[in-house]
């Protein structure tokens, strides 16, 4: 799967992207990921990817010719991308389910916002879609940018060595994770649940599936609008909020 990036600071989507699945996954050549510096798809001798305003205002705002010449040079250099992202506060909200829309695409270019904002005139430029990581401001689409690039890639076939870990993860199915533990079982008197240590493997599996229900109660009760769950769970929902009662 191929990503293009393109922002005006390289070194910091590089180091981002270094370590971890992505790196590994390049290592492997699962994932081939190019960082284009947006200063080299300048035109004038400052290498301006900025100006002021129209109509006035604080700050500054992206021109939209750079970028347009980098998606072309992309285009050129790299073959006609599956999407163009945009990393954008306004775009649609980045979720699991957009995780794995975009996993099945081959080649992603993603373009990353600075400043004020971007010209408009650059998404009839470059059609292209916006997707928001969450409804908060960053400095700049860069940190997005790789919360994406990780996202996807752990979801291609190669990336992550056991793919149940990516099966079983937050989201994946709807539902947020179970808790985890490892060794030593007790810390500082807190102790690894018993059905953990029993060695009973379906016990394990429920209590497991029992306690993603109860997680996602507590903490994201909204999902559980959303998702489907089975006649299992259906019968955990309800066993928990029977004990949730009985406690209050």
């Given at each position: 799967m191929k990503f293009d990036i393109v922002t005006i600071f390289p070194g910091m989507v590089g180091?981002?992207?270094?370590?971890?699945?992505?790196?590994?996954?390049?290592?492997?050549?699962?994932?081939?990921?190019?960082?284009?510096?947006?200063?080299?798809?300048t035109s004038d001798r400052h290498r301006s990817v900025d100006d002021v305003p129209y109509g006035g205002g604080p700050g500054m705002v992206m021109k939209p010719e750079p970028l347009v010449r980098a998606v072309e040079t992309i285009r050129a250099t790299r073959g006609t991308p599956d999407t163009v992202v945009l990393t954008s506060p306004q775009g649609l909200p980045f979720t699991q389910g957009e995780a794995v829309r975009l996993s099945g695409l081959g080649h992603i270019v993603l373009l990353c916002g600075r400043y004020e904002g971007i010209d408009e005139r650059l998404r009839s430029l470059v059609p292209c879609e916006e997707l928001s990581i969450g409804d908060y401001v960053l400095s700049g689409g860069e940190l997005a940018a790789l919360v994406i690039v990780d996202a996807v890639s752990r979801l291609v076939p190669g990336v992550v060595g056991d793919s149940r870990s990516v099966e079983e993860d937050s989201f994946s199915r709807g539902l947020l994770d179970h808790p985890h533990y490892t060794r030593p079982a007790e810390v500082s008197g807190q102790k690894v649940p018993d059905v953990l240590l029993s060695g009973h493997?379906?016990?394990?599996?429920?209590?497991?599936?029992?306690?993603?229900?109860?997680?996602?109660?507590?903490?994201?009760?909204?999902?559980?609008?959303?998702v489907e769950l089975?006649?299992?769970?259906?019968?955990?929902?309800?066993?928990?909020?029977?004990?949730?009662?009985?406690?209050?």
């Open positions: 180091a981002g992207l270094a370590e971890g699945v992505v790196g590994r996954g390049v290592e492997r050549g699962v994932l081939d990921v190019r960082i284009h510096d947006l200063r080299d798809f493997h379906e016990e394990v599996r429920r209590w497991r599936r029992k306690m993603a229900i109860q997680r996602t109660l507590e903490r994201r009760p909204d999902l559980l609008d959303t089975d006649d299992e769970q259906r019968a955990l929902l309800d066993e928990v909020r029977k004990e949730g009662k009985r406690e209050s």
